[in-house]
């Protein structure tokens, strides 16, 4: 059996192959030759929100481009001291294989502004004012407002990165509009109103399922200003252990390190931030149950639909559950359930089957996996591998990982949260939102954030 075909990067050739129909060497070749320039502006760089983007564009492009170019002002100190790949923007990058230069020379994504980059290059700003996040040309001219929400900054640049990754795949349209999505309030586009520089965080959190959802949901609570972060309590429940295939996918998986609990990788990452942890290495069964001494709000990212029937069972009073595509045609897409005691996950999930098989059927019918399986010297035992690996793309969980902790901080904040968001990173104008209800009781713990915190 072909082994090669289990490495972290074949989820990609796996995508090139279904979307372009590429044969698989084609598809190796389009990938070890795809360059992006990262560019991080000198404003950027100093603010909470703009080294937030510059760190998340930085690691994701790592997992979807062959060659990832880092420049700009990537030498000041992070506003979060205890980082753990770094104490600046170039030691993050050069922790995890991105090489620097002075100029960008190739595809770039500006975080914080094009001012710097040539206008022959092609090129995407990620740019935030408040909750806002957006993505524009790069000949676009849209100034930086408020950087004190490093959330908006880490869905500016996520969705930077997709842009990018689609129009290195053929996506003629990609980078070419704007991109825009307001984190407190998704689906009202207000230009003026940036949302709140006041709010609350959750105290205590149970996160289920640590692979890319979890991971990246880890990513977005440790750029969050907390006051005391060792006051902030994580649950971090998973029973399955890290293997080579998951480096592509999440983000806080180190090379090398393969066969560790994903338990064990989130604690270091959480307990390095400040946070206290409490780790569950276990499954989701229905015998889990929350006491009133754990969090009250749960992170779910599981991939399955038969375990997220499981999670209105389990005693919290609020489920933020995360879905994603993972199908050719819709692993851009992603949705945001959150489940209460009006809003069941077993009725919700009543009669709803996962879908692989459906698309590994169909993806067996293309050329490019016919003409792999005829050259195959295994029987097609490789190319069923291939065919069966679902398409996961880091920059999609990102997204969706920053809309779900916003909700969190929501319920913490007595605000209603959205009880479903769904979108596409294809276009953001097509999001879809239902409003929820305020929670009736104060029964969520919170902890206040740090003000200005720039």
Not at 26 to 48: G, P, Y
Not at 79 to 105: H, M
Request: charged share 20%.
């Amino acid at each position: 059996m072909n082994h090669e075909l289990n490495s972290e990067r074949s989820r990609l050739r796996n995508l090139l192959m279904r979307t372009k129909n590429l044969e698989l060497h084609e598809a190796e070749r389009c990938l070890e030759t795809a360059v992006i320039s990262v560019h991080v502006s000198a404003h950027a760089a100093t603010t909470r929100a703009g080294q937030h983007a510059a760190l998340t564009a930085i690691i994701l492009a790592t997992r979807c481009f062959g060659e990832v170019r880092v420049s700009g002002a990537v030498d000041t100190d992070l506003i979060v001291s205890n980082f753990p790949l770094g104490r600046t923007i170039r030691q993050v990058g050069l922790t995890i294989g991105a090489k620097f230069e002075l100029i960008p020379t190739c595809r770039t994504v500006a975080v914080g502004g094009a001012s710097e980059i040539s206008s022959d290059l092609p090129c995407i700003q990620a740019v935030w004012d408040g909750w806002h996040a957006r993505t524009i040309p790069g000949y676009a001219t849209t100034p930086i407002g408020r950087s004190d929400i490093a959330l908006a900054g880490i869905t500016a640049a996520a969705l930077s990165i997709g842009q990018a990754f689609s129009a290195e795949i053929g996506d003629a349209t990609a980078g070419r509009r704007q991109q825009h999505i307001n984190l407190w309030e998704p689906g009202f586009n207000s230009t003026t109103d940036t949302g709140p520089s006041s709010y609350v965080l959750p105290d205590a959190l149970w996160l289920i399922g640590l692979g890319n959802l979890g991971q990246a949901y880890l990513w977005c609570l440790s750029s969050l200003a907390y006051q005391d972060r060792a006051a902030m309590k994580l649950y971090l429940q998973d029973f399955d252990r890290i293997g080579k295939e998951n480096w592509g996918t999440s983000v806080l998986v180190e090379k090398g390190r393969y066969g560790m609990l994903k338990t064990k990788a989130a604690e270091e990452w959480a307990e390095t931030v400040g946070f206290s942890v409490f780790r569950i290495d276990r499954l989701l069964d229905p015998n889990l149950h929350r006491t009133v001494h754990e969090p009250a709000i749960a992170l779910a990212g599981l991939d399955k639909i038969a375990p997220r029937r499981i999670l209105g069972n389990t005693g919290f009073e609020y489920v933020i559950d995360a879905g994603l595509g993972m199908g050719t045609r819709d692993f851009r897409q992603f949705r945001i359930n959150v489940f209460d005691d009006t809003f069941n996950p077993e009725t919700h999930f009543d009669g709803v089957e996962d879908r692989g098989r459906q698309e590994f059927e169909r993806t067996l019918q293309l050329p490019a996996y016919q003409a792999h399986r005829a050259a195959s010297k295994d029987g097609g035992c490789g190319t069923l591998i291939l065919a069966q690996q679902p398409i996961v793309v880091p920059f999609v969980s990102m997204v969706a990982a920053s809309v779900a902790v916003t909700q969190a901080i929501r319920i913490a904040s007595m605000q209603a949260p959205a009880r479903t968001v769904v979108g596409t990173l294809d276009d953001l104008r097509n999001l879809r939102v239902t409003p929820g209800a305020a929670q009736q009781r104060p029964t969520v713990g919170y902890l206040p954030s740090l003000r200005g915190a720039h």
